[in-house]
C-alpha cells in the first residue's frame, strides 16, 4: 500500500529550471526501502524513462536525453524523490510520472514499477 504525489509541475520558459517533488506514503512499505524513478509521456508518444534512484540513495541512473540538464535526489526523512530540472527545452513538454517499486535492477524500464502517481504536466514554451 503505497501513493505517490507529484507536484511541482508548471509552464516555464526554454531555459528554465523547474523542481518537481514526489510525496510518498503508505503503511506496507516503507519508501526507504524502494527504487524511485521519473517517467514522461509527451501527447502521442510512448511513457519514457527518465531517471531513476536506489532506495538508499547511493546509485542514479539518467536517460541520455536528460543527462547534465536534470538531477533526481531524494530526502528520505521526508518520503520525497526531486527531479531538478534545468535548460529545459521544449522537447521536455509532457506529463510526468513518479514511480516506486522494490526491484534493484532494470530500473530503467516501466514494467520494473508497481506504483505510480497521477503525474504532473510540464510545459516549456516562450
Known amino acids: 500500500q503505497v501513493q505517490l504525489l507529484e507536484s511541482g509541475g508548471g509552464l516555464v520558459q526554454p531555459g528554465g529550471s523547474l523542481r518537481l517533488s514526489c510525496a510518498s506514503s503508505g503503511r506496507t512499505f516503507s519508501s526507504n526501502r524502494m527504487a524511485m524513478g521519473w517517467f514522461r509521456q509527451a501527447p502521442g508518444k510512448e511513457r519514457e524513462f527518465v531517471a531513476s534512484?536506489?532506495?538508499?540513495?547511493?546509485?542514479?541512473v539518467t536517460a541520455n536525453s536528460v543527462k547534465g540538464r536534470f538531477t533526481i535526489s531524494r530526502d528520505n526523512a521526508k518520503n520525497t524523490v526531486y527531479l531538478q530540472m534545468n535548460s529545459l527545452k521544449p522537447d521536455d513538454t509532457a506529463v510526468y510520472f513518479c514511480?516506486?517499486?522494490?526491484?534493484?535492477?532494470?530500473?530503467?524500464?516501466?514494467?520494473?514499477?508497481?506504483?505510480w502517481g497521477q503525474g504532473t504536466q510540464v510545459s516549456v514554451s516562450s
Open positions: 514511480a516506486a517499486g522494490p526491484g534493484t535492477t532494470r530500473l530503467s524500464s516501466v514494467s520494473t514499477y508497481e506504483y
Open positions: 534512484i536506489s532506495w538508499s540513495g547511493g546509485t542514479t
